[in-house]
């Protein structure tokens, strides 16, 4: 059974290309304008696959960081170091190696660093690819003892697929609530007596930052197939886990789960969470231009489409819980179906279908994945056997 929704939007990359700036898709007829990725700031169409790594995806990221996210100072310190603090065998019943990783890096402001937990299978016919999660719930969720076990990561479930599996506190990196960017990364880059711009980098960003510098070792680990990094993030970790993806080419698959506003849904046309009511309960999460876009979505010069096309022809997946009426299903969805002819553009599968689908029917065969949980905005090993099933497809 599948849920018929009417998309008006334009079949292929070459229709897809024209003289007009935006293109027009049609949800129970009510049409939508939103921004092309496959024109340029200055109107010149993408006419090839090179113009658009060197030059169209160069600008798009430049309006995510201006506009909305926020620019980081720095890429990889040039002092980052990492520490395996520890390395054990024996773990989940003598399947796994468990490994702690101290990773530290300095700034004008001190110096920083953060956690990461990693778990190996323990004899792999071949070198596995590796899941980092975002993981921006209590720390028991993690638990490195594996002592509790959730579903939010079934880390034991992961591992018996044959993926690593690696995680991060997000409060590592910079924590959850508005203390004037005085800690966290946002402490160690800042200069002294410079005042903060209004595109210096928000808290997404940051988390997204250190989602790249936990990449960062997990393409030196011996035991990792470095061309095989997934990450994964739910809810607002799933909003940094695309601007991560997005940026960090070294990411094979990146993975959004119930992200929402500013993260996987298009902002124009969008229920629930808009602009303005996330910029007000969550004011640390972008930068400070970012608050010029309430109640004006419309005129925002990119929407989320062209965030899941900075990853193409990389995979990509998006997953939506049918009660999650803040984060807007239809509108990640829809997401997905005008993100599509980049990668079409780009000769390759995106999104097949623009049908919404019911629970239980999973799009799988294109390098945009999505899926349909029935519940509430959560995270479950229903919906990580999903991920890991397209995973299975496309990278293994």
């Not at 209590?138 to 509790?148: Q, S």
């Not at 209004?198 to 960003?205: E, K, L, P, S």
């Amino acid at each position: 059974m599948r849920l018929i929704v009417d998309f008006e939007i334009l079949e292929n990359a070459s229709l897809f290309v024209s003289s007009d700036s935006l293109i027009s898709t049609s949800i129970l007829n009510n049409p939508i304008p939103l921004p092309n990725p496959l024109i340029t700031d200055d109107g010149t169409p993408v006419i090839s696959a090179n113009d658009w790594h060197s030059r169209r995806r160069g600008e798009l990221l430049e309006l995510f960081r201006r506009e909305v996210y926020g620019r980081a100072p720095v890429a990889s310190p040039a002092d980052l170091a990492f520490a395996v603090v520890e390395s054990t065998s024996g773990w989940m019943d003598g399947t796994a190696t468990r490994r702690r990783i101290h990773i530290t890096w300095s700034g004008p402001g001190g110096a920083g660093g953060m956690n990461l937990i990693l778990f190996v299978p323990a004899a792999p016919a071949r070198k596995p690819p590796c899941i980092l999660f975002i993981c921006n719930r209590e720390p028991e969720t993690m638990d490195p003892e594996r002592k509790i076990r959730s579903g939010f990561w079934p880390a034991e479930a992961i591992l018996a697929r044959g993926y690593a599996a690696a995680v991060f506190i997000v409060g590592d990196i910079a924590p959850d609530y508005y203390d004037d960017y005085s800690t966290g990364v946002h402490a160690t880059f800042a200069i002294k007596g410079q005042p903060r711009s209004d595109t210096a980098w928000g808290t997404i960003a940051a988390w997204a930052w250190g989602a790249s510098r936990a990449v960062d070792y997990l393409v030196t680990d011996p035991d990792l197939d470095p061309s095989r990094i997934i990450v994964a993030g739910h809810s607002r970790g799933g909003k940094s886990a695309l601007w991560c993806g997005a940026q960090d080419e070294r990411v094979a698959l990146t993975i959004s789960n119930n992200s929402g506003c500013c993260g996987a849904a298009l902002f124009r046309g969008k229920g629930g969470e808009d602009i303005e009511r996330i910029n007000r309960v969550f004011p640390h999460w972008f930068c400070r231009n970012f608050k010029h876009w309430n109640r004006r979505e419309a005129e925002l010069p990119v929407d989320q489409h062209e965030l899941l096309a900075l990853c193409a022809p990389r995979l990509v997946y998006v997953a939506s819980a049918t009660l999650d009426e803040t984060a807007d299903p239809l509108a990640e969805f829809r997401a997905c179906v005008a993100a599509s002819p980049v990668w079409q553009f780009l000769g390759s599968q995106g999104f097949p279908e623009k049908e919404f689908p019911s629970p239980g029917y999973p799009i799988h065969a294109g390098r945009i994945g999505y899926h349909l949980r029935a519940g509430e905005h959560d995270l479950t090993e229903y919906d990580w056997n999903y991920f890991m099933d397209f995973a299975d497809r496309h990278l293994r």
